[in-house]
């Protein structure tokens, strides 16, 4: 018997059919508040409150309060939000199936039915994220690098199909198939839901940050840590204080021959500027109306690069034209247009249909082609400008943002040995065309195409040293690029297929030639990658590459040939054709006439549905990995992959609270932007290092090491990663990189991780210190896991990314904010001291003052005020059981005692 405690329930017809629906205009007519004037992601989700309105999870008042929601009103109340299903990549996915697992356990352990720890939603994981780039640029280079793939993840397959003989609920999209993201948006995602002849808009939330993609369809989702997602799939609402939006009004029309990726580029740049993080972000107006589907898919991927929860455009005729060209029947077409129209969420608002927290105009004629980085998703650069930014950079102090370099080095160029070529400056060492940003779009991989065509047609090509990847998001990709025939003239220049997953864009580029990286890293080389990617951090596409470029697939191909980014690539020749003649960009950038003229490939509606109803890509080597059954794990005690978690160690029946800190020493002290890569990298795990030495010394073959992702279900290789990241700088010890810190009152240098051992050993609690945008980046569930397993209480920064203050609650650990505009820098602090936190011996409540007690080394005393960040009373109350999951692990056993 569905609840309905509005009297909001009814029906509506769609061209096959009728169907039932929890209405939302009953609310307004019941005078609740203005609901069809709510930006549609507040629709969304107050459709889910009053179709979930238990009493318990969700209550009365919950779907009172958003109903009246104000613009402009403080933020103070949380919404608790069901999703309609869970998205996992298998990086991030494998831990939460692993934690999962660890639940099992425990449940085991204490006497109580481990079925019970059960999906409640949909799950889908999407094994994307274990490829690594080792060939390249030979037609086999998809066929080596999925036995690779396979060959570093038995265990890790073995694990993932156990999960799925386990527990109902999950199904697995196998590697060799897609990246998540654009599977979601070809196959997964349905727009609307339908159960027992009840409707409802598809709602989720992924273990990505880029999960906001899907917005680009008009679904409402967004990207959370692995913690967070395991609470939903355990059927926990997602707790998300009650959002500002932020209407974004695109008027005109983009310029011929600019891009999506020009467009999102610019974009992240100015609502960067903008600050819109925490909130919601919504596109509204004629030029929101005039993008295609998938350009709004490229804007709405970079939501977390800009700074939003989610980048959403509405359901409208080119949505639904989307879902017919990509294999959804006309049926389930049919039945989205009729409930979106029914429920008013049906078309791209207008200027004054919506009441919005902010506007924000923004002209699309004024996009320029862009590149950005080369450090920064948001440091766009006009791409008339990259050689010069390049130069300026090259010279800048590090300490500035730049490379630190004489003025006498840039032109230096250094052999190298047995190749036959040099390099130096500013070559370009990779180019990939990679990402779900943009290979979700037939556009931009058409016109990459149609510009390699030209200029293997004019006798181009690329320079040796470079390495060319291609990786599709998904195999209708390739589909359309073959049968237009655009496939084989990227191949002549080097760009064969190499995978279908998340690969340089994730830190998944793979090894350089040995002996251009001995070059490189001997010459301390500054050089380049150019990659369709949405994020270019610090040591993340490769550690030899310190300048990252993001850019259109197209870019990356000429960039490629041109062979530098240290050029005006717009007015200096790319190379010469076969008379000698000059080529410039302009000569093979493909018009948009060109791009319409081939767009057709893409728009075969059975090339998707065969792709997707076979999901071929590894089918013979998955076949081939064998399965275990059972429903509690059984962990091979000398594995140096998957290892059963710590998390529930100490786990009993009671909280014990969080409690004060006293006497607390600082493992960090952190600058602005400090991102989840440097948190806790993806990078290949070095010998010599923490990580690399427990695996030696536990008989792991150097060879196999791989990443730091696929040993995510290891904590013991995860905890020695952490803060590990060979660009990291720490202020604590001036003039370093890499994972080191100073430990007191020894004042010895020494690793992270061995100092926090001796910390641990000693029974000193840890704070880290931090500046703006704490945790930015990738939603990585391990960036919380490590710092709380390195026995850090208290975080403390000058502001934090969304994403991953979720996460640190999550695990146990504090977050909390200076006040006034104070940071750790203008406190004179430096490691040396020791810490308090005081003002939670009652307990603590969301956004509450607590005193930070500074007791320095010459025994003076200073107090400071922080802002506690725990935005809701549910975090408070993780905070209070040790993070998510000792709260749900109780919430279950209770409610089967």
């Known amino acids: 018997m569905l609840k309905d405690p509005f009297n909001a329930l009814r029906e509506f017809r769609f061209p096959c059919g009728s169907g039932r629906y929890y209405a939302l205009a009953a609310l307004e007519e019941a005078g609740l508040g203005r609901v069809s004037r709510l930006p549609p992601t507040l629709k969304v989700m107050l459709e889910s409150l009053l179709r979930n309105c238990d009493g318990r999870r969700v209550t009365e008042q919950h779907v009172r309060a958003l109903a009246a929601w104000q613009p402009n009103a403080k933020r103070e109340g949380e919404i608790p939000f069901v999703v309609g299903r869970i998205l996992l990549q298998d990086m991030s996915g494998f831990p939460a199936l692993n934690d999962f697992a660890m639940l099992r356990a425990t ?5 109580s039915d481990p079925g019970r720890i059960e999906p409640l939603v949909p799950v889908d994981v999407v094994v994307d994220h274990s490829v690594e780039v080792d060939a390249y640029g030979s037609p086999d280079a998809l066929h080596r690098n999925m036995e690779n793939e ?3 993840n038995a265990e890790r397959f073995q694990f993932l199909k156990w999960s799925k003989q386990a527990f109902s609920n999950i199904r697995v999209i196998p590697p060799g198939n897609g990246i998540c993201h654009q599977v979601n948006l070809e196959f997964l995602a349905r727009c609307v839901w339908e159960k027992d002849g009840l409707y409802y808009p598809d709602t989720l939330v992924g273990t990505d940050s880029h999960t906001t993609m899907i917005n680009g369809i008009g679904v409402v989702g967004w990207g959370v840590g692995g913690i967070e997602a395991e609470a939903g799939m355990l059927g926990q609402p997602i707790y998300i204080l009650t959002p500002d939006v932020v209407g974004v009004h695109l008027n005109g029309a983009l310029q011929p021959g600019t891009t999506a990726t020009d467009l999102v580029l610019s974009l992240t740049e100015a609502l960067r500027r903008l600050n819109v993080v925490g909130k919601f972000v919504e596109y509204f107006g004629d030029g929101a109306a005039s993008l295609s589907v998938t350009d709004r898919a490229v804007v709405s991927n970079m939501s977390p690069d800009y700074g939003a929860t989610l980048g959403f455009f509405s359901v409208d005729e080119k949505t639904l034209d989307y879902l017919r060209s990509t294999g959804r029947t006309d049926e389930h077409v049919g039945a989205v247009e009729s ?24 002209d699309l004629s004024t996009v320029r082609p862009s590149v950005s980085g ?14 010069a930014r390049f130069e300026d950079l090259l010279g800048t102090p590090v300490a500035d943002g730049g490379f630190g370099k004489a003025a006498t080095e840039s032109a230096r160029r250094v052999e190298v040995p047995g190749r036959g070529f040099d390099i130096g400056h500013g070559d370009v060492a990779i180019a990939a065309i990679t990402s779900c940003t943009n290979t979700s779009n037939p556009n931009l991989m058409l016109g990459a195409g149609l510009l390699a065509r030209k200029a293997v047609e004019r006798g181009l090509s690329v320079h040796p040293r470079i ?3 291609l990786a599709p998001g998904s195999r209708a990709v390739t589909a359309y690029l073959r049968e237009s025939g655009l496939l084989v003239d990227l191949e002549t220049l080097g760009f064969h297929v190499v995978a279908y997953g998340c690969t340089t864009c994730g830190g998944a580029s793979g090894p350089l030639d040995r002996a251009i990286e001995e070059a490189i890293v001997g010459n301390d080389l500054v050089v380049a990658s150019v990659l369709s990617g949405n994020r270019n951090f610090e040591a993340r596409i490769h550690p030899s590459v310190k300048a990252n470029f993001l850019m259109s697939p197209a870019l990356v191909v000429a960039f490629a040939i041109a062979g530098t980014v240290d050029i005006d690539i717009c007015r200096t020749p790319l190379g010469a054709d076969r008379e000698g003649r000059p080529v410039h960009l302009a000569d093979l950038w493909p018009s948009d006439a060109e791009i319409a003229a081939v767009l057709s490939f893409a728009d075969d509606a059975e090339t998707y549905r065969r792709e997707y109803g076979a999901l071929a890509g590894s089918a013979e080597l998955w076949s081939q990995v064998p399965e275990s059954r059972g429903a509690v794990y059984d962990w091979a005690p000398n594995s140096t992959y998957i290892k059963e978690p710590p998390f529930l160690a100490r786990f009993a029946s009671e909280p014990s609270g969080f409690g004060e800190i006293r006497g607390a020493r600082a493992l960090g002290l952190f600058g602005d932007s400090l991102t989840t890569d440097h948190i806790s990298s993806v990078a290949p795990i070095p010998l010599r290092s923490p990580a690399g030495e427990w695996l030696q ?3 792991a073959n150097p060879r196999t090491f791989g990443n730091y992702g696929v040993r995510r279900c290891n904590h013991e290789v995860m905890v020695r990663g952490t803060f590990a990241n060979v660009r990291l700088k720490n202020l604590m010890a001036p003039g370093t990189e890499g994972g080191v810190t100073v430990h007191h009152p020894s004042r010895e240098l020494t690793t992270i991780y061995d100092a926090s051992a001796r910390y641990r050993a000693e029974g000193v609690p840890l704070v ?19 710092t709380q397993l390195l026995g850090v209480r208290l975080v403390v920064a000058r502001s934090f990314e969304r994403i991953h203050r979720s996460n640190l609650i999550g695990m146990g650990v504090l977050p909390a904010q200076f006040k006034n505009g104070a940071s750790w820098q203008s406190l004179g602090i430096d490691g040396s001291e020791t810490f308090d936190l005081l003002g939670m011996a009652d307990g603590m409540v969301p956004m509450q003052d607590v005193e930070l007690v500074i007791h320095r080394a010459d025994g003076a005393v200073d107090r400071v005020p922080l802002l506690l960040r725990v935005d809701t009373a549910i975090e408070a109350e993780y905070l209070r059981h040790g993070g998510i999951l000792p709260y749900v692990l109780r919430e279950i056993l209770a409610e089967a005692a």
Do not use: M, N
């Open 768 to 786: 880290l210190f931090a500046g703006l945008d704490y945790g930015t980046g990738s939603a990585r569930d391990w960036a919380a896991k490590g």
């Open 339 to 362: 409930y979106c129209r029914a429920q008013g969420l049906f078309g791209i608002p207008r200027p004054g249909d919506c009441d919005y927290s902010q506007v924000f105009e923004f």
């Open 150 to 152: 396979f060959g570093r």
């Open 697 to 699: 010394d536990h008989g």
């Open 467 to 469: 390495k060319t990847s």
């Open 374 to 387: 080369p450090k920064r998703p948001q440091d766009r650069i006009d791409l008339d400008r990259l050689g």
């Open 107 to 111: 449940a085991s352990r204490l006497k």
